[in-house]
T-cell receptor
Framework: AQTVTQSQPEMSVQEAETVTLSCTYDTSESDYYLFWYKQPPSRQMILVIRQEAYKQQNATENRFSVNFQKAAKSFSLKISDSQLGDAAMYFCAYRSSWGDKIIFGKGTRLHILP | EAQVTQNPRYLITVTGKKLTVTCSQNMNHEYMSWYRQDPGLGLRQIYYSMNVEVTDKGDVPEGYKVSRKEKRNFPLILESPSPNQTSLYFC????????????????FGQGTRLTVV
């Protein structure tokens, strides 16, 4: 069965600095999808970025980028120029190509220090 | 506006009193699912549905029921709620990866905070 591991329950970063949240996963599949979701205090789940496993190029969305290492089964999220509004819980998620399940990690709570 | 709508947002109930949390999406998504979120455990899948009349158990299905009679609706039913079902519940919908490549992320409702006393 697939698993998703986020080894950092909490992290802090100074405003305007860069922070990297780690995520590893375990799967025997070669084709799948990976996501990072943000959950601010409002509890809404917001998609931050997605990565298709067959694409070698790392996904980027403005200040958010990923480091996707398929062989190592690693999918870290880098937030550049951190802002106070980035403070949230971040979840890494895996979805198989069959799409039957979306598996989430336990989350990393990110604090932004002014 | 494309959205997933859950109701109610907050619910306090007593042990054993049947309840239903509704979920509706207007994006014509085939895939819908229910999750519960508990501190330190992340989101765990309760049930999912790949299409109308097709449902399957997730990782924590005990004590829950679902139905998918229409494509847009996917209600979560607790026949006899117990205090260990106190949690934050999310409904989500998405396209199936087999149908479209790339945009397979889940769209979430705003969550339902359930307390069972």
């Amino acid at each position: 069965a697939q698993t998703v591991t986020q080894s950092q329950p909490e992290m802090s970063v100074q405003e305007a600095e860069t922070v990297t949240l780690s995520c590893t996963y375990d799967t025997s599949e070669s084709d799948y999808y990976l996501f990072w979701y943000k959950q601010p205090p409002s509890r809404q789940m917001i998609l931050v970025i997605r990565q298709e496993a067959y694409k070698q190029q790392n996904a980027t969305e403005n200040r958010f980028s990923v480091n996707f290492q398929k062989a190592a089964k690693s999918f870290s999220l880098k937030i550049s120029d951190s802002q106070l509004g980035d403070a949230a819980m971040y979840f890494c998620a895996y979805r198989s190509s069959w799409g039957d399940k979306i598996i989430f990690g336990k989350g990393t709570r990110l604090h932004i220090l002014p | 506006e494309a959205q997933v709508t859950q109701n109610p947002r907050y619910l306090i109930t007593v042990t054993g009193k049947k309840l239903t949390v509704t979920c509706s999406q207007n994006m014509n998504h085939e895939y819908m699912s229910w999750y519960r979120q508990d501190p330190g455990l992340g989101l765990r899948q309760i049930y999912y549905s790949m299409n109308v009349e097709v449902t399957d158990k997730g990782d924590v299905p005990e004590g829950y029921k679902v139905s998918r009679k229409e494509k847009r609706n996917f209600p979560l039913i607790l026949e006899s709620p117990s205090p260990n079902q106190t949690s934050l519940y999310f409904c989500a919908s998405s396209l199936r990866p087999q149908v479209v490549d790339g945009n397979t992320e889940a769209f979430f409702g705003q969550g339902t905070r359930l307390t069972v006393v």
